[in-house]
């Protein structure tokens, strides 16, 4: 088991920039992707970005050159740099760990982000 715990959520103007960090505990030394998906209010929840172990992060052609993504491997993290927000960016943020062997994948529980026109 895989528990998630989100922060940095919160209310910002556009054009402005948030961090979003997640901490990972319990069974996390396996291969494994880390990231954030988000879900709009009425919409799916989408992929936004991932960092795996090893280094290779991949994001959404939405957020290019806007979101940073980073992982601490020895403290078990990963944090979201968002810059240039928009107020499409306007959703609950949830940190995602997947296990690459098995395929399991784990949820934080959300943290919400506003951006404001």
């Known amino acids: 088991q895989v528990q998630l715990v989100e922060s940095g959520g919160g209310l910002v103007q556009a054009g402005g920039s948030l961090r979003l960090s997640c901490a990972a505990s319990?069974?996390?030394?396996?291969?494994?992707?880390m990231g954030w998906y988000r879900q709009a209010p009425g919409k799916q929840r989408e992929l936004v970005a991932t960092?795996?172990?090893?280094?290779?992060?991949d994001y959404a052609d939405s957020v290019k050159g806007r979101f940073t993504i980073s992982r601490d491997n020895n403290e078990n993290t990963v944090s979201l740099q968002m810059d240039n927000l928009k107020p499409e960016a306007t959703a609950v943020y949830y940190c995602?760990?997947?296990?690459?062997?098995?395929?399991?994948?784990?949820w934080g529980p959300g943290t919400p982000v506003t951006v404001s026109s």
């Open positions: 995602y760990f997947r296990e690459l062997l098995s395929q399991k994948q784990y």
């Open positions: 319990g069974n996390t030394h396996s291969s494994n992707a």
């Open positions: 960092s795996y172990t090893g280094g290779p992060t």
